[in-house]
Each structure stands twice: as structure tokens, then as C-alpha cells.
């Protein structure tokens, strides 16, 4: 059964950073193309960044040039990099896998399978 194990996150003061990390199981990770997602409190589930297997990374608007994608397939992990965090990143975090074509908005709710990471919590304090 594949299964995604989310580690990271906590609650930071605004400038401060995060690392997240998320590491696969049960599936062949190093042809998988990984990505996270984040959810606000009354907001939907809103891309963050992706990154191919051939390590084409993608940033969301309101995070590129503050966050940064990287994997380590002989870990079968990636991670999320968070810099100069702001209030309004405080979301719960989640990774996934190959989520498709890996839309701007994911839903009112981020999805729960076994492509999903279980959530992780971010809070920045102004």
C-alpha cells in the first residue's frame, strides 16, 4: 500500500523557516513526480510547488523565491524548504504524488488517499 510520512513543520515567528519533509513507501518513487499542497483555515487546497522526476520544479505565485523543492530519491523523500515565512503561509501542509496535472487548487478540501501525505501544520506568528 503506497504511503506518504510527513515530518516538519511547527509554529515559527514571521522571517523565520521551515523544513518539511515527506517520505514514500510502496511505490517506485524515483519515477514519480512529487508535489505539496496547503490548506487555510476557510480556504481551499492551494498548490505549492512541484517537482518532476526529472526534477523540473514548479513554484506557486505567493511562495517562488521564498520556498524550494528538492528530493532525494535514495531516500524516496522530498522536501519543502520555507524561508521568509509570512502569517498568511500558516496552512496545513500536504505532500502528494503524481497527482495528475497537478491543478492551482486541488478542492474546498485536500484530498485524503494513499497519494497523500497525512498533513502538517504550519504556523507563522506575526
Known amino acids: 500500500e503506497v504511503h506518504l510520512e510527513q515530518s516538519g513543520g511547527g509554529a515559527v515567528q514571521a522571517g523565520g523557516s521551515l523544513t518539511l519533509s515527506c517520505t514514500a513507501s510502496?511505490?517506485?518513487?524515483?519515477?514519480?513526480?512529487m508535489g505539496w499542497y496547503r490548506q487555510a483555515p476557510g480556504y481551499g487546497c492551494e498548490l505549492v510547488s512541484t517537482l518532476s522526476r526529472r526534477s523540473r520544479a514548479y513554484y506557486g505565485d505567493r511562495v517562488r523565491g521564498r520556498f524550494t523543492i528538492s528530493r532525494s530519491d535514495a531516500k524516496n523523500t522530498v522536501y519543502l524548504q520555507m524561508t521568509s515565512l509570512r502569517p498568511d503561509d500558516t496552512a496545513v501542509y500536504y505532500c502528494?504524488?503524481?497527482?495528475?496535472?497537478?491543478?492551482?487548487?486541488?478542492?474546498?478540501?485536500?484530498?485524503?488517499?494513499?497519494?497523500w501525505g497525512q498533513g502538517t501544520q504550519v504556523t507563522v506568528s506575526s
Open positions: 502528494a504524488a503524481d497527482y495528475g496535472a497537478w491543478p492551482e487548487s486541488a478542492g474546498s478540501t485536500c484530498p485524503k488517499d494513499d497519494h
Open positions: 510502496a511505490f517506485t518513487f524515483v519515477d514519480s513526480d
